[in-house]
């Protein structure tokens, strides 16, 4: 990727940054402020190398066109108090008050771009239709930096096209990210234990396939360890389970079996009545998950104590660990105990005398942390990109970062 050392050789010019400032968001409050904290290091250091930046990014899933409630307005007096400097906000992307307002910044202004994906440009699957936005944005400044490693896996207009109509570098969040994946990938330190979770097997399955040679532990959990419960023949009543992937998961117990990762599943589960917060529960070992109250109708909805004790043992042994996805229904405070045990086993993660280093692979890993009250300097880096991170480790191409060769 082309760099740059020096924030000087922004002074004076104008400068499009592509952060990734996609936050959650409940009725227009801000869930999650883990984005923009990320983000404002790279808008900061150019700004007061005296560049004038330009921020874009987008927010939710419009449909190609303006929507409210997903308005990044909202954001501006955020990244404002993330960056200690005024931000000013325009109103659209490529329009009139975009162009007024960023012929006018000052050296050391930022001004916000409003959501790229209220323009179909951003996202389309025509070729002609993105790049002709992308020379639209590209007309607002002199120089790219790249800096969301969240979108980076995405073929979009202000992500991919528009580096190749102006001088383009990575920022600095994309930089560290790469650094960490490429290192998570091609040196780790032993043991190497990699932590998965979440809802669907599939979404991890790529991950899986390329790291199964290279981990020395690969651990299970979430709804996607239903799956592999489902593939060694338990019964496991109404949990999750993706039927069509059983026979992927046996291959992959085969290849732990022939010298892969030792992969590690719960022997526990906390079985509910139903998907609620207040469910009745019970934990049973996995031989047993239909012997509850609940019968064939219970489901899985965290691992249970002694595998959460297992798994955390595992980890605290570990001196490189990359976790994904949690290990059960962390919005319920009955079904968060499993994935609270793992994050507290990844904490201080990075010891300067054994490098260990542990990562939380951002998506709804990150929000687990925070939600449950763990600290981001507690680990040895939090990724901004869920999506993004997988795809580095699956080994896939990312557009985002080879636009930036």
């Known amino acids: 990727m082309r760099t ?3 924030p000087q050789i922004f002074a004076h010019r104008t400068v499009l940054v592509r952060s990734d400032l996609n936050v959650p968001m409940d009725e227009g409050t ?5 984005r923009i904290l990320a983000s404002a290091g790279t808008i900061r250091t150019l700004a007061e ?4 930046v330009i921020v874009m990014s987008h927010l939710g899933r419009p449909k190609g066109a303006p929507d409210p409630q997903f308005s990044l307005h909202p954001l501006a007096p955020e990244l404002a108090e993330a960056i200690d400097r005024d931000v000013a906000f325009a109103a659209d992307t490529v329009g009139d008050e975009a162009t007024t307002k960023a012929a006018a910044l000052g050296d050391g202004e930022v001004l916000l771009l409003e959501n790229l994906r ?7 699957k025509d070729d002609d239709e993105r790049q002709a936005f992308a020379a639209q944005l590209a007309e607002l400044a002199d120089d790219f930096v ?4 969240g979108v980076v896996h995405r073929k979009q207009a202000s992500v991919y096209d528009i580096a190749a109509l102006l001088p383009h570098y990575a920022g600095s969040l994309v930089q560290a990210e790469v650094e960490v994946s490429d290192r998570l990938l091609n040196s780790p330190q032993a043991p190497f234990t990699v932590v998965l979770g ?3 097997v599939s979404d991890k399955l790529g991950v899986i396939d390329n790291l199964i040679d290279r981990a020395d532990n690969l651990l299970i959990g979430g709804g996607m360890v239903f799956t592999f419960l489902a593939a060694l023949g338990h019964d496991i009543g109404s949990s999750l389970v993706e039927t069509d992937r059983i026979d992927d998961v046996k291959d992959y117990l085969k290849r732990a079996e022939d010298g892969g990762a030792d992969i590690i599943l719960p022997t526990d589960i906390v079985m509910a009545a139903s998907f609620a917060a207040d469910a009745q529960n019970w934990v049973r070992p996995v031989a047993e998950l239909e012997s509850t109250p609940a019968g064939t109708d219970g489901l899985g909805l965290d691992i249970g104590p002694e595998s959460a004790g297992t798994y955390a043992e595992v980890i605290s042994a570990s001196n490189t660990v990359f976790w994904n996805g949690p290990m ?8 968060a105990a499993g994935t609270k045990a793992v994050a507290a086993a990844l904490t201080n993660g990075s010891d300067s005398e054994t490098t260990r280093l542990t990562v939380v692979g951002g998506g709804d890993s990150a929000a687990a942390v925070r939600t ?3 600290a981001d300097d507690e680990f040895g880096h939090i990724s901004t990109g869920g999506g993004a991170s997988l795809e580095y480790l699956e080994g896939k191409t990312l557009p985002g970062l080879e636009a930036l060769a």
């Open 30 to 34: 801000i869930t999650d402020r883990g």
């Open 146 to 149: 790249s800096d969301g490693f």
């Open 49 to 52: 190398a005296g560049a004038r």
């Open 198 to 200: 979440g809802s669907k």
């Open 4 to 6: 740059y050392d020096d």
């Open 118 to 124: 209220f323009n179909p440009g951003e996202t389309s």
């Open 372 to 374: 449950l009250g763990f």
């Open 328 to 335: 059960g229904v962390f919005e319920f405070p009955a079904f």
